[in-house]
């Protein structure tokens, strides 16, 4: 039982001598006698909480940075009416800042044998999965002078999914492969392994691609045109580990490579190629395998959701090991990792040759824009300090990755925003080149 606000307003008025009936305490009872009365049958009239009945229903998925809606059911099976102010609780991250207040508490009122339903509208700001916690339910009386509370748990769940948002690339990179495909008027010229068709020879053609049988049963010179091999395997491989978790902007190194695996994934999916993912740190955090292209997506993103980055060392023997089994037959294999010095060179580079004896090896990292900015700072000896710091690491990357090169490994460095179609580029320059 809670004393409300205009509760204590008037037992505060009441405990005060007033009037002139007569002095102290007979005032006192004369005054607090109707007050006690009021108040005992306000909370009487107050609808019980623990029989309410509550259900959920609405959004159990959305994108981060998009909204979703959870709406309460509230069901009064008692015989007075429920007139309640109700706080949903979801956790911190369920709400944009400062917004939890305004989105989490409703006032209602349910008659007797009846239901009303109330929307929650949750914007998450991190992955993963948001469950639901209690509803607290404040039950007044009609006058508002006593309150009855109590809470219910109404299990939910909202998975919180990458955002995705190098789609917008995705246009653009598939006019190029339909270019790469010769679907369209522009038709390339000896890329590719597969033979797809026959056309005219036109000026300018490559000599080497005509078809001196064909054009020998034909009236004009005939020229072979190529397209990419197909049903070619994929291997996806996100570094978890404590390098992933290093903040590039806003958000983690490992938001930014999901979104640059989503990109190359969808990509690849339509140019009839197969698609893995492997997330590894030092034990599997996830493995997708042997979806369809309709599947592919929508698995991807569901089991990036709940990736968080390992504050662990990443073992790169293990993660080789797990790639072979994973990729027993020639593969591309995408690493998704850090071109730090350290990390690359005691770490990848002695279990490399492993992956690029039977694959072709792609390795893409997240590079910081700031680190460009600091290389261009002038005007004190502060800013000279940061650009010579800059610099140097700048060398440093560039030395590491010179080293995968030199190991047939093809390197992508680019910034968070730069990173997806980057890497959908290295892809179709790979595929164009007759490589995959």
Known sequence: MALTGRAALLAALGSLPVGILEPGWTGILAVNGPLALACACDFALAAPVRRL????????TARLGEAAEVTLTVANPSRRVLRAKLRDGWPPSSWLPGTEVESSRHQLTVPSGERRRIT????????????????????????????RQGAHRVPWSVRVLPPFTSRKH??????????????????TRGEGTEFDSLREYVPGDDTRSIDWR?????????????????????????DTGRTSAGRVGDAPRLDAAMDAALLLAALA?????????LAYDRRARALVQNRSANELLPSLVNAMATLEPELVETDSRGLTSMALRTAPR????????????????QGLLPVLPQ????????VAAVADPYIAHMAKARGSAESVYEAAAAAQAQNERQRTADKLR???????????????????DAYLALKAAGRL
């Open 269 to 277: 999916s339509r140019a009839g190629d197969r698609v893995d993912l």
């Open 53 to 60: 009945v509550l259900n959920r229903s609405g959004d159990t």
């Open 120 to 147: 929650t509208r949750l914007r998450p700001t991190r992955r993963g999965d948001r469950q639901a916690d209690r509803v607290t339910i404040r039950s007044y009386g009609p006058l508002g002078l006593f309150s």
């Open 330 to 345: 020639r593969s591309l294999i995408v690493l998704l990792t850090t071109l730090d010095a350290a990390p690359v060179e």
């Open 170 to 187: 995705l246009p653009s990179k598939l006019a190029r492969l339909r270019e790469l495909d010769g679907r369209t008027s522009v038709l």
């Open 406 to 424: 030199r190991h047939g490994v093809t390197v992508v460095d680019a910034t968070p925003e730069n990173l997806a179609p980057a890497l959908a």
């Open 355 to 362: 992956l690029t004896h039977r694959h072709t090896v792609l």
């Open 214 to 238: 064909a054009t020998a049963r034909q009236t004009t010179v005939a020229l072979r045109t190529w397209r990419p091999e197909r049903d070619r395997h994929i291997l996806l491989v996100l």
